[in-house]
């Protein structure tokens, strides 16, 4: 089979976009602190900062966003999204957020006390907030294979299970309220996560009582990794593959921003009712009511259809597809890049490939300032300005293993030419890499302190 389909649809309306001149680029960033985050959209040629609620809906969706039912309380949109969570997800309650961190952080205030320990394969970086803010502590437990940037591993999302048991008696299950699993492994490359390891990690979290919630984000693009290269699943419809994982766990937190193909979105699912009931009531407080969430009926609607959309097979191929095509395209021009490629993203090793600048000065940061630079392109770094922190004993800088620069495809957005286009960019940039300065932070906040962190380049005397 092709790893490349064709785009399995057609244009029907479009955004335009510019390349604004090079000294206009400069300006922007220097404007912005060298921080990324700080351009205007409208500075952006391409913008692969994030496959985060800036796919293109379809037209069933925009069809369907016509018909949202605004009722304040039990609103027919609500209903509708019910009967797909059911015939996905299968638990027994849920309720809607703005988007997937609201939903960590209920499910934090309503599980997690000061001290407590929340072991994952990879807690994504709001995941860890989320926890760390309420003073416990997320612990990344994934197997080695995931640190090693070329290992061909089918499923190098996968929680380490020797590691995990051995966490577990060591903490003490009551010291840990929940364990997690992130699928697909974002901040580990978009790495898929096996039903083997789903099960085993089920199993043993289990053992020891601790409940087990998913963090859901791209379950679909995982169920199609799964299709493609377990044993037994071949011939599973991604559907049932996914209804497998869910049965597995006691509850998933989900931003629909990414897999359920929306601009805005979330949930928060579970089996237990009594603690359903407390999030109800922690949701009212601070989301609005359990039927809508922080939401309005049009995007529970857009939701309900995006879900559905999100695990057609030929859109999955399609969407797999471009991340292997840009990998590929990549290690032909010897940018040391994660394989395999990734579900939603494409991950450089900016550690490797800028092995003169040391994690205290941020090689993904440089690097990603580059590709706007020399191409208007936009990633994000998720390396040591997204993930370094001062130990909450000893107060030593912690760096995280990798250095890495994502570049995130929305869905269904940019086609195989753009996708040319930022493979040209980055071969410029192979070619001058030795000269790219490291950067300093000249202000940043304590948490999530990539969003708004302004930086300068470090520039070394000869
Ligand atoms: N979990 C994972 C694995 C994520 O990738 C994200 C968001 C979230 C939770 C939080 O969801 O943004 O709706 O509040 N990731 C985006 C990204 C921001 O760019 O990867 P949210």
Redesign the pocket.
Known sequence: MSMHPPEPFRIKMVESIHLINKQDREQALQRAGYNIFGLKSDEVFIDL?????TGAMSQDQWAAMMIGDESYAGARSFHWLSSTMEEIFGFRHFVPTH????A?NILCAVILQKGQYVPSNMH?D??EGNIRARGGRPTNLIIKEAFDTTSPHPFKGNMDLKKLEDFINQIGPENIPLGMI?ITN??GGGQPVSMENLKAVSEIYQSFGIPFFI?A??FAENTYFIKLREPGYGEKTTLEIAREIFSLADGA?M????DAIVNIG?FLALNDTEMFEQICNELILREGFITYGGLAGRDLNAIAVGLREGLQEDYLAYRLGQTEYLVSELKKNHVPVIEPAGGHAVYIDAGKMLPHIPKSEFPGQALSVEMYREGGIRS?ELGSVAFAFADPDTGEMKYPEMELVRL?LPRRTYTQSHLDYVVKVIKAIVVNKDSLPGYRILKAPKLMRHFSARFEPIVKEL
């Not at 900062?49 to 609620?53: A, F, I, M, P, Q």
């Not at 931003?255 to 990414?258: D, G, I, M, Q």
């Open positions: 900062l994030t496959d985060s609620g988007q997937g961190r609201a960590e994504f709001t995941t992130t974002n901040a963090d984000c791209r937190t931003s629909a921003k990414k979330g994000v995130a």
